[in-house]
């Protein structure tokens, strides 16, 4: 285990350094064209979090990308940690999960307007609601660091670590390779000083010879905790700018938030300019960043809350229960060894009684000196971050309430502009000429007169 890492020791775990780490809603009937997933961020790293009572299984994926030999993380954790407590999974459950719950664009098209005036009474398409191992070494040394289990999982070679102190633990992590950024030591302390464990990796080249993989694969811890929390701050001591954290939460009862930060919802349901369905990363990404600003850079954003057997519109097929029991959701086979609790809402042939929330955020140690500290809510409404195209009727109607349509379209697209400059900050004089490069004027055609309308006049003269 001991050979030099020239690179830092947080840095490879970016922001899971820390731990790598009601109602329905009304369908819309609109159309899903593309979705803003983990992929549009640079140093995103994905943690997803199985939680029911005390019992906790963490996922983490990272965006490491360097030399293997290089790599290293230090975890915090509450307990000392077993061998079959430490999985390695495969990082296509986690993508899978990152693209069901990613904020979407869709689409949909306006009616004929002559139809829609005969059938007043119907309603408009809706926003929707919103013990160690026997061969483990235990040996303290004289740094008051105490190797309390080594495991090799998968390819990365790991050991389980107490400390008496935080300088006795950083001068252990140096002479065992281990680079520590300024500032390392009393981050260490503050955890130091509430018994916590860490859970240090790093890749056995041996073992991650055999796997034939280039990539190295999400771990996976499960322990029991009454502290519902994700440590962040290893995560912030040396990094480059802010860190983009993704968290999905898997429960039985409902919605996770943050406590010791405000949890925000994204804004939703907004009518954006057509031109958007080519520019959905961009707006996607300026907005976000625009939210951030707007809540002093320390919001912790919701994405998505749904319970897992069904969505409006997919992005991506519910997670199978397979690829769920494989994050941890231990009670889908029919309560796990917990039956007192039932399950609700059984979906035909798919998980049952699983919520999922997502939630982003952007974070530096200057905005987010605390770790994140969640609840599971009861809270089982549903949301999603969603953005609409609405395309004009393009068709030949010619009644009168076709002309009061379209002349109607003027002042629509002019919302358009004004609600994306608000939400992204971007110029609403550029917008406007996309928007009119795309075809949405924003002149309004000249009304013809009853006479016109009646004997067809205006068409005589074209």
Not at 17 to 30: I, S
Request: charged share 30%.
């Amino acid at each position: 285990m001991n050979r030099s890492l020239r690179k830092s020791l947080f840095a490879a775990a970016s922001a899971i350094a820390a731990v790598a780490v009601t109602g329905g809603a009304v369908a819309f009937c609109g159309f899903y064209v593309a979705k803003a997933d983990t992929k549009l961020f640079n140093k995103a790293s994905k943690v997803a979090i199985m939680r029911d009572e005390d019992r906790t299984v963490i996922t983490m994926a990272n965006d490491y990308r360097g030399e293997l030999e290089e790599f290293a993380i230090v975890i915090p954790v509450p307990v000392v940690l077993e061998e079959g407590q430490i999985h390695v999974t495969d990082n296509a459950i986690i993508d899978h999960l990152d693209a069901y719950t990613a904020p979407r664009l869709v689409e949909y098209f306006d009616d004929d307007p002559c139809m829609r005036y005969d059938r007043m009474e119907m309603a408009a398409p809706t926003a929707m609601a919103e013990d160690s191992s026997a061969g483990a070494a235990r040996n303290k040394n004289s740094l008051g660091v105490t190797v309390e289990a080594e495991y090799t999982v998968g390819e990365y070679d790991i050991q389980i670590l107490s400390a008496e102190e935080s300088g006795g633990l950083a001068a252990w992590l140096i002479q065992n390779g281990y680079k520590l950024p300024e500032g390392a030591e009393d981050t260490l302390g503050s955890y130091i000083k509430q018994d916590t464990k860490f859970f240090v990796a790093k890749v056995n080249l041996e073992e991650q010879a055999q796997t034939g993989l280039k990539y190295l694969r999400p771990l996976q811890i499960a322990f029991e905790s009454p502290k519902f929390m994700l440590p962040i701050r290893l995560g912030t001591v040396n990094a480059d700018g802010k860190q983009e954290l993704f968290v999905f939460a898997l429960t039985r009862k409902g919605r996770v938030e943050t406590t010791n930060y405000r949890t925000v919802k994204l804004p939703t349901g907004s009518n954006v300019p057509l031109y958007i369905k080519e520019d959905f990363g961009p707006f996607y990404k300026a907005m976000f960043e625009q939210q951030v600003k707007k809540e002093n850079e320390n919001a912790v954003f919701l994405e998505y809350a749904w319970d897992m057997n069904w969505c409006d519109p997919c992005a991506a097929d519910p997670l199978s229960p397979e690829e769920l029991r494989e994050l941890g959701v231990y009670w889908i086979d029919g309560g796990g060894d917990r039956p007192d609790i039932m399950p609700r809402r059984p979906g035909p042939s798919l998980a049952r009684d699983v919520f999922v929330t997502r939630l982003h955020v952007s974070y530096d140690a200057e905005h987010f000196p605390e770790d994140l500290m969640f609840k599971e809510t009861g809270d089982r409404s549903n949301f999603q971050g969603r953005y609409v195209l609405r395309h004009p009727y393009k068709g030949d109607a010619t009644c009168e309430a076709a002309e009061d349509y379209r002349a109607s379209l003027p002042k629509r697209f002019n919302e358009e502009a004004k609600t994306l400059a608000n939400l992204t900050g971007w110029d609403i004089d550029d917008i406007r000429d996309r928007m009119k490069e795309e075809g949405q004027s924003f002149e309004p055609p000249k009304k013809r007169t009853w006479w016109e309308r009646l004997w067809g006049n205006d068409e005589k003269e074209g």
